[in-house]
């Protein structure tokens, strides 16, 4: 490279005395108005051409210095990604290996040296979390934040933090901001809709819900979401009632009706809408109606109670009697109209009723009614007969309800299961129907 250059600059020079040789008059030069000079075309030619060279010799020593710059950074900076890898691979092979003191020590090493290293700061705060050290914990991630505007990650866990420390609006307002970068965010629309169900915030479940079932394509998903939706439909329905807006209580239950018939929960809450509105005769007729169209139980058991409040005990017991007659063989019917003539003192209709009952094994309660017919008659002995022990009648006469869909006893029906929120599946426990559902679960 040398010997190239010498002979290069040989043959410049050589031009140079040429053009000289050949260019021998004189150039003037005015550095100022007042400064003319005059110098051989040959040295101008050498001057200009020196000139360039010196500028193109400043241009390449700049970029060449930047460059060296650049790479001595690039090293350097290479250098530090390694040490701050391996300090991160030490730390999680230490938590990996149960060492947790050692990989926060690691960690923290690490985040001393890079303070903005996303992958630390995420596992400090798993560990922090793990330890159900919900402070320290939401300190990282807001570090995390605070770095990374965006990062759904960190929010969707800030937003865990808050829902199990009941701060509600601050979990739904990370939950917000997580669905404002990413509106199909699954996680993010599970927890927001778990949030308003503790919320109670209906009307906006309702609207939520909507936009779940349009992104639903599985068909038994899809089912399940229906049945949600109707669940809060018939909650906003309620919350409407309880508010005295009945006409717009009314309209939604009847929209519940209209997807599913056999939703008892809106049946009964339209009798209580004619309830409140003082209309106890079209509250009677319309559960006597929904009775013969669905043959629920819970229906006849609400409309009873009605009945009886009015005082015209002979309705009830006409309805019990035409539905006997079309079903003869209901034995389930025989055992609620036992008990209702147990309340009205109808003794001699109770026990004769009983002895029609064939395998009376399926009803126990029905010893029970019959030995505190016996104690009301003063036939002491036949009761302790009966049974042994006091009898609480107010639990006799009082059915336990079972969810079909988790099992669960209740004593008092709810049209939303108190243990799974499950909707419409709380039915008298009758036949062992909730053991049944209980080994179908098991």
Same mark, same amino acid.
């Given at each position: ?184 965010? !699954?996680?993010?629309?599970? /927890?927001?809709?778990?949030? $308003? %169900? ?5 009307? +906006? =479940? #309702? *609207? ?125 019917? !025989?055992?609620?109209?036992? /008990?209702?003539?147990?309340? $009205? %003192? ?5 026990? +004769? =009723? #009983? *002895? ?87």
């Amino acid at each position: 490279m040398g010997k190239i250059f010498a002979v290069l600059l040989i043959l410049f020079l050589g031009f140079i005395a040429y053009l000289g040789f050949l260019n021998q008059n004189e150039v003037a030069i005015k550095l100022s108005k007042s400064h003319l000079y005059e110098i051989p075309m040959v040295i101008f030619i050498l001057i200009s051409s020196l000139s360039g060279a010196f500028f193109m010799f400043i241009l390449y020593t700049i970029r060449d210095t930047k460059r060296l710059i650049r790479n001595i950074k690039a090293q350097k900076k290479q250098k530090q990604q390694e040490k701050l890898q391996s300090l991160y691979n030490e730390a999680l092979t230490a938590l990996y290996s149960g060492r947790r003191e050692l990989a926060r020590k690691k960690l923290e090493e690490l985040l001393g040296l890079e303070p903005s290293h996303i992958s630390g700061l995420m596992k400090m705060a798993e560990i922090y979390l793990d330890e159900k050290n919900y402070k320290e914990a939401l300190e990282y991630y807001r570090k995390i934040v605070s770095f990374e505007p965006d990062h759904i990650g960190s929010k969707l866990k800030m937003a865990e933090i808050y829902l199990i420390q009941e701060q509600y609006d601050d979990a739904l307002r990370y939950l917000e901001e997580v669905l404002k970068v990413d509106p199909l965010n !699954r996680a993010a629309i599970m /927890k927001k809709r778990k949030i $308003l %169900e503790i919320q109670e915030r209906w009307g +906006e =479940l #309702i *609207e939520l819900q909507k936009d779940i079932l349009k992104r639903t394509s599985d068909s038994e998903e899809k089912n399940r979401e229906e049945k949600r939706l109707l669940g809060y439909t018939y909650e906003e329905a309620k919350r409407l009632l309880d508010a005295g807006e009945l006409d717009r209580a009314k309209k939604m239950f009847k929209s519940i009706l209209k997807s599913q018939n056999n939703f008892i929960p809106a049946h009964i809450g339209i009798a209580r809408v004619f309830i409140n509105k003082s209309h106890q005769k079209d509250a009677i007729d319309y559960l006597e109606k929904t009775f013969e169209e669905t043959g629920s139980l819970i229906v006849l058991a609400n409309l009873e109670e009605i009945i009886l409040g009015q005082e015209d005990p002979s309705r009830i017991i006409s309805i019990y009697k035409k539905a006997l007659a079309q079903s003869p063989e209901d034995n389930t019917l !025989r055992y609620f109209l036992i /008990k209702l003539y147990y309340r $009205l %003192e109808m003794l001699d209709d109770a026990l +004769e =009723l #009983i *002895e029609s009952i064939d395998n009376q094994k399926l009803y126990p309660q029905l010893d029970k009614i019959r030995g505190a017919i016996a104690i009301k008659r003063g036939h002491f002995e036949e009761a302790a007969r009966i049974f042994r022990g006091i009898v609480d009648m107010k639990r006799a006469l009082k059915l336990p309800l079972c969810c079909s869909e988790c099992a669960a006893l209740s004593d008092d029906w709810h049209g939303r299961c108190p243990a799974c929120g499950s909707w419409n599946s709380l039915d008298f426990n009758i036949h062992g129907i909730c053991e049944a559902t209980r080994k179908v679960h098991d």
